[in-house]
């Protein structure tokens, strides 16, 4: 990669790490780690919020409302650990290639999440279910082009 | 078991998992993920702090208070993740037959990381070492008794 390309992919990595919270990471696998950590602790309480959305488990606003606070709070933290060189896990190479297309999928997640806990707060099943709906699409778009299968 | 004994370690266990946010796991695996993510993310921003604490990086308070508040909401989210039969990764069977001791130092982790984000917003860096340290403290102590070599 010429030094021209190098600046241009610092360039548009910056705003990935710019948060002061983003946690720094000398070694992919700890960036993998944390990463697939965010993933996981989103997942858990997202499906938690399905399964009362489809019925499954009785409906209940304030659960609803804690689990999505959890939700719109770990939303914000998995990108930084997608720096410059953290490649492993599940990471396609593409994240590091397409990073415009990247970040603007993880802006878009992270705005419906902050629209998910607007929704859980209405104590309206309907609004919750086409929150969790909207997020869960962003999730698909995100990882057919980013995750390995 | 017999059945005083399940009803025992059930009433022993039901602290851990009565906070409405808590995600609930129908497979160890899943709920072994969870808490290895929610670690692998307070380890990532506790060592950030560290190294400000410890000189190695500058020292900014704003840096300081935002990494605070990732582990002060973290801290909260792994307990439940050892919920009954929730067995496999790194923890010890002492996790479940020892529930009052291990919650005894989840609950003073959680006191501490409070104590951590008053510091970090202190902006005297050592206030925040000092938070840091009983943390550390607590950290090694239940790894010590409930955490796998």
Request: net charge neutral; with cysteine; glycine share 6%.
């Given at each position: 990669?010429?030094?021209?390309?190098?600046?241009?992919?610092?360039?548009?990595?910056?705003?990935?790490?710019?948060?002061?919270?983003?946690?720094?990471?000398?070694k992919?696998?700890?960036?993998?780690?944390y990463?697939?950590?965010?993933?996981?602790?989103?997942?858990?309480?997202?499906?938690?919020?399905?399964?009362?959305?489809?019925?499954?488990?009785?409906?209940?606003?304030?659960?609803?409302?804690?689990?999505?606070?959890?939700?719109?709070?770990?939303?914000?933290?998995?990108?930084?650990?997608?720096?410059?060189?953290?490649?492993?896990?599940?990471?396609?190479?593409?994240?590091?290639?397409?990073?415009?297309?990247?970040?603007?999928?993880?802006?878009?997640?992270?705005?419906?999440?902050?629209?998910?806990?607007?929704?859980?707060?209405?104590?309206d099943?309907?609004?919750?279910?086409?929150?969790?709906?909207?997020?869960?699409?962003t999730?698909?778009?995100?990882?057919?082009?980013?995750?390995?299968?």
């Open positions: 990669m010429n030094r021209l390309a190098l600046l241009v992919l610092a360039a548009a990595s910056a705003p990935l790490l710019s948060a002061p919270a983003a946690a720094q990471f000398t992919p696998d700890d960036a993998v780690a990463r697939q950590g965010a993933m996981s602790i989103q997942d858990a309480h997202f499906r938690r919020m399905a399964a009362m959305a489809n019925g499954r488990v009785p409906y209940d606003q304030a659960t609803a409302v804690a689990n999505a606070e959890v939700v719109d709070f770990i939303v914000k933290l998995p990108w930084a650990a997608f720096g410059p060189g953290m490649v492993g896990g599940d990471a396609k190479p593409e994240i590091w290639k397409e990073q415009p297309k990247f970040k603007e999928l993880s802006d878009k997640l992270e705005t419906q999440a902050g629209q998910l806990l607007v929704a859980a707060k209405s104590g099943v309907g609004q919750l279910k086409t929150a969790l709906g909207d997020m869960d699409e999730c698909k778009s995100c990882h057919d082009s980013f995750r390995k299968k």
